[in-house]
């Protein structure tokens, strides 16, 4: 590899990893996600850094330019970060959805408890969004 390669290879994975490191100190990104990224840039950094590596992984993968399994490595990494990302919106999307069915029928309770009382119910609160959720939301209230 050139060594113009290798110190660009060096600066974006030295870049990548103290981007992620202020991101976390600023709270703006989790230390649960930021670990998945520095442990990525510590692996670019590392395939950057010992060309021995670099060249014995390029040779056993059958890669001819090695710096080209730097850019491998790099779009392994997006995809296992996206794999990963999105089973957590997936995760998160389902707990929004039982949290707004659940918001709903302590809502309805509430609405019960004051009537029962003989006090106006409580305006009903119907989410703007026209998903799924909205229909087992409205259900909900209904009850």
């Known amino acids: 590899m050139g060594?113009?390669?290798?110190?660009?290879?060096?600066?974006?994975?030295?870049a990548l990893l103290a981007i992620v490191l202020e991101l976390v100190r600023r709270?703006?990104?989790t230390e649960e996600y930021g670990l998945l990224w520095i442990l990525s840039s510590l692996a670019l950094l590392a395939?950057?850094?010992?060309?021995e590596i670099l060249h014995l992984l390029a040779r056993w993968l059958g890669v001819f330019y090695p710096p080209a399994l730097l850019l491998l490595a790099l779009i392994a990494i997006v995809f296992v970060s996206s794999l990963v990302?999105?089973?957590?919106?997936?995760?998160q999307r389902q707990q929004i959805e039982r949290l707004t069915e659940e918001l709903a029928l302590l809502?309805?309770?509430?609405?019960?408890i004051r009537l029962q009382r003989g006090a106006p119910a409580a305006r009903q609160i119907v989410?703007?969004?026209?998903?799924?959720?909205?229909?087992?939301?409205?259900?909900?209230a209904a009850r």
């Not at 395939?47 to 060309?51: A, E, N």
């Not at 989410?127 to 959720?133: G, Q, T, V």
């Open 47 to 51: 395939l950057s850094v010992k060309r």
């Open 27 to 29: 709270r703006k990104l």
């Open 3 to 14: 060594d113009r390669v290798q110190l660009v290879s060096i600066a974006i994975s030295v």
């Open 107 to 112: 809502s309805a309770e509430i609405d019960d």
């Open 127 to 140: 989410p703007r969004a026209a998903d799924d959720s909205t229909e087992s939301y409205r259900s909900a």
């Open 85 to 91: 990302f999105s089973v957590i919106a997936s995760r």
